[in-house]
């Protein structure tokens, strides 16, 4: 009989072992995991910029490649031949995805963010595409079809239109998905009426695209950075080396900033 309790006891005390590991696993599984999905959360997903990689790709061929040069000067005389009314309207529409989200926002129609990190969002997003756009109109010296100045490529309208749009579609488009597009017909009205009004060739209106969905797809990625800058989530807590690549607007110059702490 003693050797029977014996027995039990040590198979009880191995049971007991193993129920705690069990239950060790089971506890320490969900924090991995939500280790693992905060990581995944902060990466750069690289999909979303083969589109507007194309159309940057497709805008700067379109400065050397003798082809699609000819396609800019078809496309312009087609636009001639049909004499179109010139309308400023483009000079606001490149805006109106974005009001539009604060508009649907005030309405009650509630997006991704709130209002604070929404802003933080929209300001990066239409920095980087400045930080973008300017410095390549002095470069490259492009002029324009109807020859005021230099400074065609590449379109600034069509990037600030586009990146609204985008920022409406990044907003929405797990909530309201065919709201979420509605912003893009402003954006392509407005990268039409640049040619219409003979401010822009059709490569610079396609690199516009690009460069406007490339800085709000940069903007949401910089966001978790930014706000954690903002809110000083890293006082009081040892310093890792990091590093983060900003953009700035300083004495009527942009350009993009290299941050290191250590």
Do not use: C
Request: aromatic share 12%; proline share 4%.
């Amino acid at each position: 009989m003693k050797k029977i309790f014996i027995y039990s006891g040590i198979f009880m005390t191995m049971l007991g072992k193993a129920a705690v590991k069990n239950d060790t696993v089971r506890i320490e599984e969900p924090k991995q995991d939500s280790l693992i999905t905060g990581i995944q959360k902060n990466r750069l997903n690289y999909k979303s910029l083969i589109i507007p990689a194309a159309f940057i790709g497709y805008g700067i061929a379109g400065l050397t490649t003798k082809g699609l040069r000819e396609l800019n000067v078809d496309t312009k005389k087609e636009i001639n031949e049909h004499q179109p009314t010139r309308i400023k309207f483009d000079d606001y529409t490149q805006y109106a995805p974005g009001l539009i989200v604060y508009g649907l926002n005030l309405a009650g129609v509630k997006g991704k963010h709130n209002l604070r990190d929404r802003t933080i969002i929209y300001a990066s997003s239409q920095l980087i595409a400045a930080t973008f756009t300017l410095p390549l109109k002095y470069l490259i010296k492009e002029e324009r079809p109807d020859g005021s100045n230099t400074m065609s490529f590449p379109s600034g309208h069509a990037a600030t239109a586009f990146s609204n749009a985008q920022f409406m579609f990044r907003e929405y488009k797990d909530t309201n998905f065919w709201l979420s597009l509605s912003g893009y017909p402003f954006a392509v009205f407005t990268g039409v009426y640049r040619m219409l009004n003979d401010k822009h060739w059709l490569g610079d209106v396609v690199a516009g695209t690009g460069f406007g969905i490339l800085s709000t797809e940069l903007a949401y990625w910089l966001f978790p950075k930014i706000d954690a800058l903002l809110r000083g989530k890293h006082k009081n807590k040892p310093q890792l080396s990091s590093t983060m690549v900003m953009p700035f607007y300083q004495n009527n110059a942009v350009g993009i900033g290299l941050i290191k702490s250590f």
